[in-house]
């Protein structure tokens, strides 16, 4: 079963730069679309971005577009989340998960959490000074 696990979180300033891993075991990701999500502190989770299996096709909320960057290593069975210039509303927890594409507008970005998707334990991102 394809389990996936989340790091590279911590604590940083605003404006800071930081890369989050999301690693693979137990199975390929060659085939599935990826997303990354975030709950902050009383919040719900929320999409911040996803990307397809080989396409390269991408999609990214409103708040980080510009700011973050979606990327994948398949050989390696992993995705990446580089975040650049971080701020306070970015602090987090952050998962990745499988994802499904979904055709409505209004949601940012366009995923959501597969069928057969779970969530892991996620990793800790604060931006404070």
């Known amino acids: 079963q394809l389990r996936l696990v989340e790091s590279g979180g911590g604590l940083v300033r605003p404006g800071d730069s930081l890369r989050l891993t999301c690693t693979a075991s137990g199975g390929t990701i060659d085939y599935y679309p990826i997303g990354w999500f975030r709950q902050a502190p009383g919040k719900e989770r929320e999409g911040v971005s996803c990307?397809?299996?080989?396409?390269?096709?991408?999609d990214y909320a409103d708040s980080v577009k510009g700011r973050f960057t979606i990327s994948r290593d398949n050989a390696n069975r992993t995705v990446f989340l580089q975040m650049d210039s971080l701020n306070s509303e970015d602090t987090a927890v952050y998962y990745c998960?499988?994802?499904?594409?979904?055709?409505?507008?209004?949601?940012?970005?366009?995923?959501?959490?597969?069928?057969?998707?779970?969530w892991g334990q996620g990793t800790q991102v604060t931006v404070s000074s």
């Open positions: 998960a499988l994802i499904r594409w979904v055709p409505d507008k209004a949601v940012q970005p366009k995923c959501v959490l597969a069928n057969f998707g779970s």
């Open positions: 990307m397809s299996p080989r396409s390269g096709m991408t």
